[in-house]
């Protein structure tokens, strides 16, 4: 931990997990290079993930191993029952998904300024201090 409370390697994780996820999208939009964006967006994932575990603020596993669970579980479900010609619609659904849960997770790490009623679900709370 840096003096002032910056931990710069945990920043600098989230930098690249962003870096590798951008880089990952742009490797989508060509065929020949879907293969090698697919890994770049798997590495910033994974980056993510990493730097979310060693979060010093982090002080319960439990609701991070339920969401891997429970994601696991329809993903699996959604790779058996749907059918190849409907991977586009899989897709987007997939990412509609990550972006809910993208915007709740701000929403419950944002702090609340002057002016705005604040309103989130105490769940995400409890896995941070």
């Known amino acids: 931990m840096e003096p002032g409370g910056v931990n710069y390697l945990l920043e600098f994780t989230y930098l690249i997990a962003s870096i590798l996820f951008i880089f990952g999208l742009k490797g989508l939009s060509h065929p020949e290079s879907a293969r090698r964006g697919m890994f770049m967006a798997e590495a910033g994932m994974l980056a993510a993930i990493l730097g979310t575990l060693f979060h010093h603020g982090l002080i319960t596993y439990a ?37 809910i849960a993208a915007a709740w997770w701000a929403s419950l790490s944002t702090p609340c300024t002057a002016g705005w009623r604040c309103r989130s679900l105490p769940v995400g709370r409890l896995a941070l201090r």
């Not at 579980?73 to 990550?98: C, D, Y």
């Open 63 to 99: 609701w991070i191993a339920a969401g891997l669970v429970i994601g696991s579980i329809i993903g699996a479900l959604m790779a058996i029952w749907v059918p190849m010609t409907a991977m586009p619609q899989r897709t987007a659904l997939s990412h509609a998904l990550g972006a």
